[in-house]
């Protein structure tokens, strides 16, 4: 078949008479086989006219088993109540619908075929304004003896070869069509998408690239026509997957290509071609953003439109939320400002993963519904559930998190926020899971060195925090040093004193027996290692001199002059 162009021109419509107007069309059929696989594909019209398809396009020429096209072209005469009629024997002979046929010679007889039947009827549709026709669903049955040969490509992987036929002969103008014609297959075949359909697409997609597009293909339409393909897909959470490295590949690659040609490529968007194109693009965002920890979100905050960078985070959102998956992209909540205050939920706080995003997302949610009078008995309930199910993992950097939120209540002096962070805090301090799994956490943290400093933090807002309500001071300390022993080291040791040792509370019974105590389990340790013994004492004059608490300072000198005379 010859190259098309995309001007309105190329459609071969000449008045016959008054009545009578000749159009050209043409079919394409797609089939995996063989480079020297010889058979015969046929349409019968009114059951004994016949056209044959030629084998016009191998998709892979690497390959010997390949994705071919197999195109026929027909000469139409169409009346003016769109009765369709061909030349036949010097006549015009009405056709209504045909059937399509695979035949192909039985080895050693020459004049001897064997046929397979595609029991579909068909129809050609608008052949006014329709000149090409991409048939799928073609299914040649298997006869009494054999299968035919070669074999269907998967139905999905149909949509992108057919695309791609389309950009390798930059045939543009009729994408629409496909369109069109793809979904009423989807709808009168009631057709679903699996998984491995799904990987089956991207797989065609990534593997077949190169012949799409060309060197002298325009890149921003056909990047345009890939995102605006990929938007036919009915994904759900069931037929999304990340395993397949074709799907991630190709996205991660087209994404590239986008934000290096952005402005051009959203310049070729017209507003028939946003809804797909929309569709697409959230799809490919939404695969980065579960797969990589990557900035993603900015290419919806570059968008230059406001009408359309809303309506594409609203969807983003909303696809997020129903694949239900934790988003690993950098700063994804940001666009929580961009979308619609009426579609935001708790339930998409969910995707988070992360008590940090929670918290500064729900101050954004709390902020445009703070007028809503059940929302803090939701939150508290809510959170409260995450926390269980383990949905906002507790961790060191959660705790230090918190706590410092906390404190900025206090600190806020507008009043609408006051109220905000207030909300917040109440649904924060009222979880019990949140100060059990806090408590958890820290009594089986097995401290590092590096720790020190945020442990001396959490360690000094037990008293003033309501997360670690359940969390004991002394009993915290001596739990972290007795399952610390893999780190036990000079350093360690002395890090430790001067981090938990150096006491500045009120001395009192209480802090002097806890003092004391903690005082006691860290020297039975130091005493388990000669070494270590040794360099603290070398090191004792330093450790005295720390102190800014002299009654504490006297404990101290006190307990260690006893442990020297007992070595």
Known sequence: ??????????????????????????????????????????????????????????????KNNSPYIYCFELDLIIDEQDHLYIHYQNDLLPIENYRLRLSRKIPQIDRTFRDYNDDTFRSIDSPRSTKHYFLFNVNFAKNFVDSPPGENVPFWSQLCLYTYYILHHQMFDHFNALIDQFQKVVQETNRSL??????????????????????????????????RMTGLLPITKVNFDLSSHFVVNFTLALIDDIKEHYDNLFATVSLSDWPLFRDGLTLYLAIELLSKPKDTIELVHQMKNEQYKKDLANILLKRLESLGRPVLG???????????????????????????????????????????????????????????????????????????????????????SKNILKTV?????????????????????????????????????????????????????????????????????????CSFLLFNDEINDRNNKTYQDLLEDWSNKICKSYEIMIKIMMDIDHLINAFENEQYQLIFIHHMVNLCFQQ
């Open 1 to 62: 078949m010859s190259k098309e162009t995309n001007s309105g021109n190329d459609i071969n419509q000449q008045i016959i008479n008054p009545k009578l107007t000749s159009q050209t069309i043409y079919f394409y059929i797609l089939r995996n086989t063989t480079v020297d696989e010889k058979f015969k594909i046929k349409a019968y019209f009114n059951n004994d006219i016949k056209y044959t398809f030629n084998r016009a396009e191998i998709f892979d020429e690497k």
């Open 194 to 227: 699996i998984r491995e359909e799904f990987n089956d697409f991207f797989q065609s997609c990534i593997t077949h690239l190169s012949y799409a597009i060309p060197p002298s293909t325009n890149q921003h339409i056909a990047e345009k026509i890939i995102i």
């Open 330 to 416: 950098l700063n994804w909540t940001s666009i929580f400002t961009t979308v619609d205050s009426n579609i935001l939920t708790l339930k998409q706080l969910e995707l988070t993963r992360s008590i940090k995003t929670y918290v500064t997302s729900l101050v954004q949610i709390v902020g445009m519904n703070i007028s809503e009078m059940e929302l803090s008995d939701k939150i508290i309930r809510h959170f409260d559930r995450l926390i269980y199910e383990d949905c906002l993992p507790v961790d060191l950097e959660s705790i230090i998190f918190l706590i410092k939120f906390l404190q900025m209540e206090s600190l806020e002096t507008e009043e609408t």
């Open 425 to 497: 805090n109440t649904a924060i301090e009222s979880s019990i899971q949140l100060r059990t799994k806090v408590k958890q956490y820290l009594y089986a943290l097995k401290i590092t060195n590096e720790q020190f400093k945020d442990i001396r933090f959490i360690i000094s807002s037990i008293e003033t925090s309501f997360i670690l309500f359940l969390v004991n001071k002394r009993t915290l300390l001596i739990h972290l040093m007795n399952h610390a022993n893999a780190s036990y080291s000079y350093e360690f040791f002395k890090q430790w004193f």
